[in-house]
């Protein structure tokens, strides 16, 4: 197969890259830096494709890159992944219109080192918000504008965008909330006879199912306050989940501080346990399960509906 020499425009987003260079003449994988879906490898077979993918799931695709791809750890596309690009943006899909809003709240947010610092936005950037089209990215930037979280001085290919006061303020309440995260806190009750096997299945649904990483806390002891590092790790997680079979006080409290930041909480308890359910959380829907596979067999499609 003859090798592609040069790459001139993005494979997936179509935009003329500012790079694309060879990393090992014995193997057929390219280093390709694009200003929309940023850095990642690809393969030469993959470049020489022809595509079945929509141009929907493309931009979307895009969009993906620029999240989970970087120069010091890019993505490599090889072989059949291009197969896999319409599962990947399943998630993608199911974002509303308050989520893209945020989403370009959060970039403003998270480019500015300063206050008034202006971000540069330019209209082929859409992919990036996964959004359609330019004229999508216009009515949000127009939108936030109106509402005053964001500034806008406009130019004929690009937009600069700072945060006002109110903006600054949306901004760390939204930045709080990570819906592209991969990771997901477990919370439940150690040193009982079912702790192992109910995290190993909680971890198995998550990864086989998700390519999500679940988490878990060490055993500590609290001496009247919640550990930091869980804290921590519940504001980096897309959704916990909470498995309040042996009543546990740090269960009810992780559950709860979940809620307080606005991230999803999945709820289980052990069936025979239900009726010790503590009445704060008994108005909101569990999953109740008898083993272990009844368990993932319920929560593989409460996942989906998150996602």
Known sequence: MKMTSKLEKCKICGEKVKECK???????????????????????SFLSSALTITQEDLFLFSGHLHLNSSREKPLRIVGEYFKKIPDIVLQYKNLTVIDKLND?????????????????????YFPRFFLANYDDLDSLIR????????????????????????????????????????????AFKFDTELSDELFKTIEKVCFENFELVAIKSDPLKYNGKICDKIISDIKESRFIVSDFS????????????????????????RKQEVGQLHFDTRQYS?????????????????IKTLL
């Open 104 to 124: 370009i709240l959060k970039y403003i947010g998270d480019e500015s080192k300063n206050l008034t610092d202006r971000i540069y936005i330019e209209f082929l």
């Open 286 to 302: 569990h999953i109740i399960w008898k083993d272990f596979k009844d368990l993932e067999e319920q929560l593989i499609p409460k």
């Open 246 to 269: 042996f009543q546990n006080q740090g269960v009810y409290y992780e559950a709860g501080y979940a809620m307080g930041l606005g991230i999803p909480v999945v709820r289980t308890c």
């Open 22 to 44: 060879l990393l090992n003449t014995t193997v057929d994988i390219y280093e390709v830096d694009c200003p929309i879906c940023g850095y990642y490898e690809i393969s030469d």
């Open 143 to 186: 939108y936030l504008e109106n509402k005053n979280y964001i500034g806008v001085e406009r130019t004929i290919d690009y937009y600069y965008c700072w945060l006002t006061i109110d903006g600054w303020t949306k901004y760390e309440t939204i930045k709080q909330i990570n819906v592209y995260s991969k990771k997901v806190f477990v």
